[in-house]
């Protein structure tokens, strides 16, 4: 499937306390290159995360970022029980030497902070991690379905101007045969004035058939612009990666369209090359999208 290289997309969970949220954001990028913001408690899972992502793209920038809410109802606040006993003996020791009658009461003993230490229900990082897969791998199929639609887009275009350049390519090649008769007689008027001297220069003779046959003939691009068009049909049926090959055949097709140009001496061909070659363009812009 064709895919656009990129995307966004920004998924939440919430289970058992723990609301956490993943965004993923996608950019343009010759290779695979992925850059994690994740929370302490998952950094152990960073190998995981980008493998889970690689597993999913194979080319572009790829931005991932993961944040942790713990609910605080899930933390308890415990007596340190030790702390206490030690206050409370502390301040027994004081009221006598100040021969205070009252004897020491417990909400007396809460005015101390150090009395109290808070401690979470148990360690969350195993009940973290099983939510971040669940929400990464979510955050993934909508950044592939954002992908997906918006590659859809790209090449709804760039069949459009393909479909042009194999119009072009056959009003060409007819053009380019159209010349011929008109090209024979300019070679039979320049072999006549060589005729004309007395000395026949037998070398420039055949120099000039040999760079008019040259001029003449299309074909050949013709024939391997077509057959270029063709392969990129069938690359764009393929379900593998496409960008890096229809970037090629770009290449290849502006390269024949180039010789077209500097060969045919005509205006209705230069007109018909240079606006191929904006197609051309305009598909190698949109190309460098997909991935």
């Known amino acids: 499937m064709i895919k656009s290289m990129t995307g966004f997309s920004k998924t939440e969970t919430k289970e058992n306390g723990v609301n956490l949220a993943v965004e993923l954001k996608s950019l ?17 899972k960073e190998f995981e995360i980008r493998e889970m992502l690689k597993s999913s793209i194979s080319r572009g920038n790829i931005f991932i970022s993961i944040n942790i809410e713990t609910n605080l109802a899930l933390k308890q606040n415990l007596i340190n029980e030790e702390a206490a006993v030690e206050y409370f003996k502390a ?28 401690k979470e229900n148990g360690d969350n990082s195993e009940l973290e ?3 971040a897969k669940k ?7 909508y950044l592939d379905r954002m992908r997906l639609n918006e590659g859809q887009q790209i090449i709804k275009d760039v069949l459009r101007r393909i479909k042009n350049i194999s119009v072009v390519v056959d009003k060409v090649e007819k053009l ?23 000395e026949i220069d037998e070398h420039r003779i055949q120099m000039e058939l040999v760079l008019l046959a040259d001029k003449l003939d ?11 068009i063709k392969f990129f049909y069938e690359t764009l049926k393929s379900n593998e990666p496409i960008g890096r090959k229809l970037n090629f055949l770009i290449q290849e097709m502006n390269r024949e369209v180039n010789t077209i140009g500097s060969k045919a001496n005509d205006t209705e061909i230069a007109h ?20």
Request: hydrophobic content about 35%; overall charge positive.
């Open 129 to 131: 991690w099983r939510i």
């Open 135 to 141: 929400t990464i791998s979510n955050a993934l199929k």
């Open 28 to 44: 343009n990028g010759r290779y695979l290159e992925v850059s994690c913001k994740i929370p302490r408690s998952l950094s152990h």
């Open 91 to 118: 301040l027994k020791r004081l009221k006598k030497k100040l021969n205070v009658q009252e004897p020491v009461r417990f909400n007396e003993l809460l005015t101390f902070a150090a009395n109290f230490y808070t």
């Open 272 to 291: 018909l090359v240079v606006e191929t070659k904006e197609d051309l363009e305009r598909i190698r812009e949109q190309i460098q999208n997909i991935e």
């Open 218 to 228: 299309i074909s050949e691009e013709c024939v391997r612009l077509r057959s270029h």
């Open 176 to 198: 380019g045969l159209k010349k011929i008769p008109d090209e024979r007689e300019r070679l039979r008027q320049r072999v006549a004035k060589l005729f004309e001297s007395d």
